[in-house]
């Protein structure tokens, strides 16, 4: 029905940059809010940050400062642009939209997940 696809994972040294993406694709009628979330060996998954379909914003503390979420509308996409990384920002990612498949129809699907890996 929906798809969410994340991309742009890696491995990258601590205080390094990197940007991770999550496409919508299938019945999609509008996205609404999207979010990342990520999760840790052995710790529970926590939001990361989120944007409204208005475009507002907000993060975890741990984050704040750091990273920054964007969507493109236009092509059902928001991206989480990560700066200066550290060790404790490397988990699995996952991508969550709020969609609506049709004036009543509402999915949240998540992604399969991309893995960030932050190296001293």
């Known amino acids: 029905q929906v798809q969410l696809v994340e991309s742009g994972g890696g491995l990258v040294q601590a205080g390094g940059s990197l940007r991770i993406s999550c496409a919508a694709s299938?019945?999609?009628?509008?996205?609404?809010?999207m979010g990342w979330y990520r999760q840790a060996p052995g710790k529970q998954r926590e939001l990361v940050a989120a944007?409204?379909?208005?475009?507002?914003?907000n993060y975890a503390d741990s984050v704040k400062g750091r990273f920054t979420i964007s969507r493109d509308n236009a092509k059902n996409t928001v991206y989480l642009q990560m700066n200066n990384l550290k060790l404790e920002d490397t988990a699995v990612y996952y991508c969550?939209?709020?969609?609506?498949?049709?004036?009543?129809?509402?999915?949240?699907?998540w992604g399969q997940g991309t893995q960030v890996t932050v190296s001293s």
């Open positions: 969550n939209a709020d969609v609506q498949t049709s004036r009543i129809g509402i999915l949240r699907p």
């Open positions: 299938g019945n999609i009628f509008r996205v609404n809010d």
């Open positions: 944007i409204t379909s208005g475009g507002s914003t």
